[in-house]
């Protein structure tokens, strides 16, 4: 676009511009033209791309390229909410997942607890020295029960 320069003149018969060695070939059957001398330098608008003068303002008749940049702003956005939509479908299914862990765990804690009838460590057979019967018991709470009672001066059952 811009400034452009051509030929000065323009052949009558073919209508190119002339050269040093223009050789005219033309369409039999076509009329003859006058030559024209032709302004060597014009000026065409960037942005219509017609032959003006310097002075020249040119009205854009179309909305292509507001509707053009509409688009591309539109179709981003729509971009960034796909993403956006994503993340967060990501995020509810990690804490529906994390929920669900959650909630099997304290099933299961709930549940061991419920079951659980004895200690985690066997304590064998227990029983008291208090209320043990037999006098020669060989456990030692036992031995050290009925020795305390019979050094007991109280009136007790084993004295």
Same mark, same amino acid.
């Given at each position: 676009?811009?400034?452009?320069?051509?030929?000065?003149?323009?052949?009558?018969?073919?209508?190119?511009?002339?050269?040093?060695?223009?050789?005219?070939?033309?369409?039999?059957?076509?009329?003859?033209?006058?030559?024209?001398?032709?302004?060597?330098?014009?000026?065409?608008?960037?942005?219509?791309?017609?032959?003006?003068?310097?002075?020249?303002?040119?009205?854009?008749?179309?909305?292509?390229?507001?509707?053009?940049?509409? &688009?591309?702003?539109?179709?981003?956005?729509?971009?960034?909410?796909?993403?956006?939509?994503?993340?967060?479908?990501?995020?509810?299914?990690?804490?529906? &997942?994390?929920?669900?862990?959650?909630?099997?765990?304290?099933?299961?804690?709930?549940?061991?607890?419920?079951?659980?009838?004895?200690?985690?460590?066997?304590?064998?057979?227990?029983?008291?020295?208090?209320?043990?019967?037999?006098?020669?018991? &060989?456990?030692?709470?036992?031995?050290?029960?009925? &020795?305390?009672?019979?050094?007991?001066?109280?009136?007790?059952?084993?004295?």
């Amino acid at each position: 676009m811009g400034l452009k320069l051509r030929g000065v003149i323009r052949c009558g018969r073919c209508g190119k511009p002339r050269g040093i060695r223009h050789t005219c070939v033309r369409r039999i059957g076509r009329k003859s033209r006058a030559h024209k001398v032709q302004n060597p330098v014009t000026w065409e608008c960037p942005a219509c791309g017609k032959p003006r003068g310097l002075r020249h303002t040119c009205s854009v008749r179309t909305d292509f390229r507001a509707r053009k940049r509409q &688009q591309a702003t539109r179709r981003k956005q729509d971009e960034r909410r796909r993403r956006r939509q994503a993340a967060a479908g990501r995020r509810r299914e990690r804490r529906r &997942q994390a929920a669900a862990e959650r909630r099997a765990r304290d099933r299961e804690r709930k549940r061991s607890a419920r079951t659980r009838t004895s200690s985690p460590r066997p304590r064998g057979d227990r029983h008291e020295p208090g209320t043990c019967g037999d006098r020669d018991c &060989q456990k030692y709470a036992c031995r050290a029960y009925w &020795q305390g009672m019979a050094d007991c001066p109280g009136p007790h059952d084993g004295g």
